[in-house]
């Protein structure tokens, strides 16, 4: 199993980045994927998810209102759209994929991710 992250570069605060994540080597029908990012000396933080059977999503305080979460299930890939980014955002991004637990939710905790894809890089200037 492989989740490849892209789409990290540089840009201006207030600038916008769309990040993919491409899933190998199985189906995620009943998973969620989600975006998680950790900046220099802090804690891995969660970003967005979206269900990959229905779509749906949920996101982090710090991202809700500039970020859009959106899966291509014939592409098998996750896009994260980052819009209005600001200086704060800079941090290292990476995908992740979980089951349910047992209360049928979707865990936001980075320990409780069964696979991780490499991070992709961030950076916003001032």
């Known amino acids: 199993v492989q989740l490849q992250a892209s789409g990290g570069g540089l840009v201006q605060a207030g600038g916008s980045l769309r990040l993919s994540c491409a899933v190998s080597?199985?189906?995620?029908?009943?998973?969620?994927m989600s975006w998680f990012r950790e900046a220099p000396g802090k804690e891995r933080e969660f970003v967005a998810r979206?269900?990959?059977?229905?779509?749906?999503?949920y996101y982090g305080d710090s991202v809700k209102g500039r970020s859009t979460i959106s899966r291509d299930n014939v592409q098998n890939t996750v896009y994260l759209q980052m819009n209005s980014l600001k200086p704060e955002d800079t941090a290292v991004y990476y995908c992740?994929?979980?089951?349910?637990?047992?209360?049928?939710?979707?865990?936001?905790?980075?320990?409780?991710?069964?696979?991780w894809g490499k991070g992709t890089l961030v950076t916003v200037s001032s």
């Open positions: 979206i269900t990959w059977s229905g779509g749906i999503t």
């Open positions: 080597g199985r189906t995620f029908s009943n998973y969620a």
């Open positions: 992740a994929a979980t089951g349910r637990s047992r209360d049928g939710s979707y865990s936001r905790v980075p320990n409780d991710m069964a696979y």
